[in-house]
């Protein structure tokens, strides 16, 4: 019944055909769906593709070096990312959230079998410890996934947890606290490598609300030699992530505000710790492009966190509020990945958003999707006629050659891109006819809760 051949015949009402074949198949795979959905959309995809490839092919651009190079292009899912997220205000479920390791790693299985762009998945320790690690990664292997890293979390008390949190974890006053979560991080690693992990990202609420409240000296050396402890039981082949954040949730001063910070620490540990810059961890107006040349230049930045924000650690999605800044930041990251004299470890990927108000997987589609044709963009400038703008000082032709570029429509080289890997054309089309969430929601009930908050 949901051939091709009836497809065709039926495909003037494709959503009620759509609606059809879920109500009627349920056994219809997401693959057939998939399948099905971009023989729908294939004329139109086929007219924009051939129009963007015939424009770049006459700039002497090879359209399929750059469409392999979107394939291989691979981000991160956070488990955290895969619920509806909250505020000090309130949630608000959506309904059909994971409620278990297990279900998040389906889901991510599912956007990397949309997307054929999001093949790991990140944990969070306590919210995900693996408790059967063999069957996990069984798993993991069945949908093509493996773990990208695993996060501590020295930013909440948990039950059976013996000392607070609440005046700071490394760089707590008490030696007992900071052991306490020196130990966590330890333990974090123990639960990454039985599922062959070799990330730990440590992010640290520790600062102060007020003035005087806390030494500036003292909290940040007690945060390197507290690191140093972790560091020195990091596996030879794992790297340790430190990221930044400017304020919240402490408000006067946070230990690691800044870049400088993260680098001076991973100045202190040694070459298995990187620096991780979040898009949302900056204030406003941060030249955030500039960040990432700098520390690319001096081989320190080991992951970057995707995602949007208009005010700070606002965690929309990906590319939604500021996309020139985007693509200017994506722009910088292209030109040290491509450059031979940069000798800057590979990137860790991962998107790292979770808010309030949309459908998270289809939330996490759009941040995929946004993430693809913005590097898609960075892929296409000329980065030798910008070497020569730059270098005659010509200040309007350099301009021009990003924006020329910016303002270039690359929705149909990700599409391509995803549909010759075996992906979706449109994901949340598929998404939406395939009826997942309702599907979700069946299954796992209207108040599953995917995290820890
Ligand atoms: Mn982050």
């Not at 600062?207 to 690191?227: E, I, M, V, Y």
């Not at 690359?410 to 598929?430: F, N, S, Y």
Request: hydrophobic fraction near 40%.
């Amino acid at each position: 019944m949901c051939s091709f051949v009836s497809f065709v015949f039926q495909k003037n009402h494709p959503t009620d055909f759509y609606n059809f074949c879920v109500l009627n198949k349920k056994t219809m795979s997401i693959s057939d769906q998939i399948q099905s959905f971009n023989h729908e959309k294939q004329t139109a995809h086929a007219f924009h593709f051939q129009y963007i490839a015939e424009i770049l092919t006459q700039k002497g651009i090879d359209i399929q070096a750059v469409i392999e190079k979107i394939k291989a292009f691979q981000v991160a899912i956070p488990s955290w990312a895969l619920g509806t997220g909250g505020t000090r205000f309130g949630r608000f479920p959506g309904g059909g959230e994971p409620r278990s390791l297990e279900e998040k790693i389906a889901d991510v299985g599912l956007l990397h079998q949309l997307t054929q762009s999001a093949n790991s998945i990140s944990l969070h320790i306590p919210w995900d410890i693996p408790r059967n690690p063999a069957a996990l990664k069984n798993q993991l292997k069945s949908l093509g996934l493996t773990i990208d890293s695993v996060n501590s979390n020295t930013f909440q008390d948990q039950p059976d947890q013996p000392l607070s949190y609440k005046f700071g974890s490394l760089a707590h006053s008490a030696a007992a606290v900071r052991q306490q979560a020196i130990d966590h991080n330890i333990a974090c690693i123990e639960h990454g490598k039985a599922l062959d992990a070799t990330v730990l990202t440590v992010w640290l609420a520790d600062g102060s609300n007020f003035p005087g409240q806390q030494h500036f000296r003292r909290a940040w050396q007690r945060t390197a030699d507290a690191l140093g402890d972790i560091y020195q039981r990091l596996p030879a082949n794992w790297t340790m992530l430190i990221e930044y954040k400017p304020y919240e949730p402490n408000f006067y001063a946070m230990v690691i505000p800044d870049w400088g910070t993260s680098w001076s620490l991973c100045q202190h540990l040694g070459q298995k710790a990187q620096v991780l810059v979040d898009l949302g961890h900056h204030l406003p107006n941060t030249n955030i492009e500039q960040i990432v040349a700098r520390l690319m230049h001096f081989g320190r930045l080991g992951g970057f966190h995707f995602n949007g924000s208009m005010y700070g650690d606002d965690d929309l999605t990906t590319g939604s509020i500021k996309p020139y800044q985007f693509f200017l930041i994506f722009n910088e990251l292209v030109d040290a990945m491509d450059d031979p004299a940069v000798k800057n470890p590979p990137l860790a990927w991962m998107i790292d958003a979770s808010h309030n108000s949309k459908d998270p997987l289809e939330d996490l589609l759009q941040s995929v999707q946004n993430i693809l044709t913005t590097y898609a963009k960075a892929l296409l400038v000329d980065r030798k006629a910008l070497a020569e703008a730059q270098e005659n000082n010509d200040v309007v032709a350099a301009e021009e050659l990003l924006r020329a570029v910016f303002a270039t429509d690359t929705r149909a080289l990700v599409a391509e891109a995803a549909r010759q890997a075996g992906g979706a054309i449109d994901p949340i089309g598929v998404f939406r006819n395939a009826k997942i969430r309702e599907k979700l929601i069946q299954e796992r009930g209207l108040n599953s809760v995917a995290t820890g908050l």
